[in-house]
């Protein structure tokens, strides 16, 4: 996996620029586009484009999403995900081990007696899935900077 690292100031512009190659061309150009400025490793971002969001978009948004905050939590911006949900954040970076919404979908909540199983009075979603959200927790839970609408 190649990894762009770069720690320069992001603009609005060039951050809405990354997000919209990001699902439009191929990884070389993102990887320019990310070089140029936007500070974010391009590798993770199309993992969460491409694996993370279709995940979020079948099970969670119609609660999460949009103008939908169930719990106090939206996810599908970077600012809904960093705030969390009443408790806080709920994604510990790089470890997914710690993170509320890991064990939300594990359906491995910390309270016993008041599960808080995500989504609620579903089975849970697939185990293929379930790893997909880890590995994207554990390398970061990178995800594109919120565009002004
Ligand atoms: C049918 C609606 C619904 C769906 C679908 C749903 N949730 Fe929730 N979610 C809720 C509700 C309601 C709460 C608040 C529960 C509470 O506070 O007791 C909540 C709370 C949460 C919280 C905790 C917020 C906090 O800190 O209190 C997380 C994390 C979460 N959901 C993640 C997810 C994920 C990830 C999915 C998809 C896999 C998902 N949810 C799908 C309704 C939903």
Redesign the pocket.
């Known amino acids: 996996m190649r990894r762009v690292l770069v720690g320069v100031g992001v603009g609005i512009g060039v951050a809405g620029f990354v997000l919209a190659l990001s699902t439009a061309l191929p990884t070389t150009h993102v990887q320019a586009a990310a070089a140029a400025g936007a500070g974010q490793d391009s590798a993770d971002l199309k993992m969460y484009t491409d694996k993370v969001v279709p995940i ?1 978009q079948a ?2 948004y ?3 999403g949009g103008m939908n905050h ?4 939206v ?1 599908d911006t970077k600012a809904g995900m960093a705030k ?5 954040s ?1 994604i510990v970076a790089g470890h997914p081990e710690q993170s ?2 890991v064990k ?2 594990r359906h491995e909540g910390p309270n016993k007696d008041d599960p ?1 199983d ?3 009075n579903k089975p849970k ?1 697939s185990d293929a899935d379930i790893a997909t959200v880890e590995q994207w927790v554990k390398a970061g839970a990178i995800m594109p900077d919120d565009v002004a609408k």
Do not use: A, S
């Open positions: 979020f099970n969670c119609r609660c999460h169930r719990g106090g939590f996810m969390g949900g009443h408790d806080g709920v509320l919404l939300l979908i808080m995500m989504p609620p979603i």
